[in-house]
C-alpha cells in the first residue's frame, strides 16, 4: 500500500483520537502504525496503551467506539469512496523492552 496513504490515515485517526473522542483519562492510547489494505477497504491500526495492565481496557474502549472514530473519519476521507473496516491491534512492543531493560539491570 502507499506509505502516505497510511500516514494520512494515521494522521486522521490521530486527530480524532486527541480531540474528537473521550479517551478515559486512566490510560493514554497511542497510535503506532496504520497498515491500509490496496484496495483500503481495511486498516489495521496498531496501538499502544499506558500504562500497560489497561492494555485490553484501551482495546474494549477503540472496539466499542469504532462507528464514531468512523463517524469522525468520513468527512476526512470521503474522497476514498470507501470507508476502511478498522482493526485494532495492541503493539507491546515497549513493554517488552521495558521488560528487557528490567531484566538487565537485575542481572548487572
Known amino acids: 500500500m502507499n506509505p502516505q496513504k497510511n500516514e494520512q490515515f494515521h494522521q486522521y485517526l490521530a486527530e480524532i483520537f486527541s480531540l474528537e473522542i473521550e479517551i478515559p483519562l486512566d490510560m493514554f492510547i497511542t497510535i503506532r502504525k496504520v497498515q491500509l489494505t490496496s484496495d483500503l ?10 500504562p500497560f495492565h489497561k492494555m485490553e481496557d484501551g482495546l474494549n474502549f477503540l472496539v466499542k467506539n469504532k462507528n464514531l472514530i468512523k ?3 468520513g468527512p476526512k476521507i470521503k474522497n476514498w469512496r470507501v470507508m476502511p473496516e478498522l482493526r485494532f491491534i495492541t503493539d507491546d512492543t515497549e513493554e517488552k523492552v521495558s521488560e528487557v531493560h528490567e531484566l538487565i539491570e537485575h542481572l548487572s
Open 71 to 73: 463517524k469522525h473519519l
Open 41 to 50: 477497504k481495511n486498516a489495521k491500526v496498531f496501538i499502544s496503551v499506558l
